[in-house]
Each structure stands twice: as C-alpha cells, then as structure tokens.
Nanobody, 130 residues
Framework: QVQLVESGGGSVQAGGSLGLSCAAS????????MGWFRQAPGKEREGVAV???????SYAEFVKGRFFISKDNAKNTLSLQMNSLKPEDAAMYYC????????????????????????WGKGTLVTISS
C-alpha cells in the first residue's frame, strides 16, 4: 500500500505560480509511476503530468511549458510547479501512483487516464482568480 498526502493548494491570480507537494509513505518502492491529476467541477479527472522511477516525465499538452513535475526520492516527495496559471487550471489536484512504469503507456495517453493509477491522495484545491 502507498499513502499519498497532498499540500500546497490555494488561491492565486491568473498568470501567477503555485507549487504543490505530495508526501508518499508506505511501500513507496512499488510506486514506479507517479503523477498529478486534476478534476474540475462537472468534468472528468484528467492527467496533468507523470514521472517515472528513472526520472523521465510526460505532460499533458495543455500544461506543457507551464507545469513541471519533479520527485525527491530521498524525501519520498512528489512536486508540481505550476506557472502562468490560467482560470481553466482551477481544480482539485490529486497525487497518484501506479505500480506500473509510465513508460510506453504514455505514448498512447493511457498513463493520463485516471484508471491507470492505483493509489490516490485526497486532493488539494487550486483556485484561480482573474
């Protein structure tokens, strides 16, 4: 089992930046692919960014160049730096993990589907004011 706890959400103006963190505990060695997902009211949960155990990253098109995912293995912490925030970025952001590698699953977009991940945090809310 892997436990995930997000932090860092809050309110920010459009164009601003915000950093999210996720503390992982439990059997973290099995969490090969970790990522950030988000869900806005009335919308499906969607993948934002993922990072594999080798440090390779993949991003959803709508955040490329603005969001950056990183992982500190020593601290078992996953981070998401969000820059140039837009009103449409407002959502509940979730940290997630899978016992599978992101790898080739990302080429077909599967790693960005909510059902690719097996472990989830409870989420942290990001609101954007225009």
């Amino acid at each position: 089992q892997v436990q995930l706890v997000e932090s860092g959400g809050g309110s920010v103006q459009a164009g601003g930046s915000l950093g999210l963190s996720c503390a992982a505990s439990g059997y973290t060695d099995s969490a090969y692919c970790m990522g950030w997902f988000r869900q806005a009211p009335g919308k499906e949960r969607e993948g934002v960014a993922v990072i594999d155990s080798d440090g390779s990253t993949s991003y959803a098109e709508f955040v490329k160049g603005r969001f950056f995912i990183s992982k500190d293995n020593a601290k078992n912490t996953l981070s998401l730096q969000m820059n140039s925030l837009k009103p449409e970025d407002a959502a509940m952001y979730y940290c997630a993990a899978s016992t599978r590698h992101c790898g080739t699953y990302c080429s077909g977009g599967y790693c960005f589907r909510w059902d690719f991940m097996e472990y989830w945090g409870k989420g942290t809310l990001v609101t954007i004011s225009s």
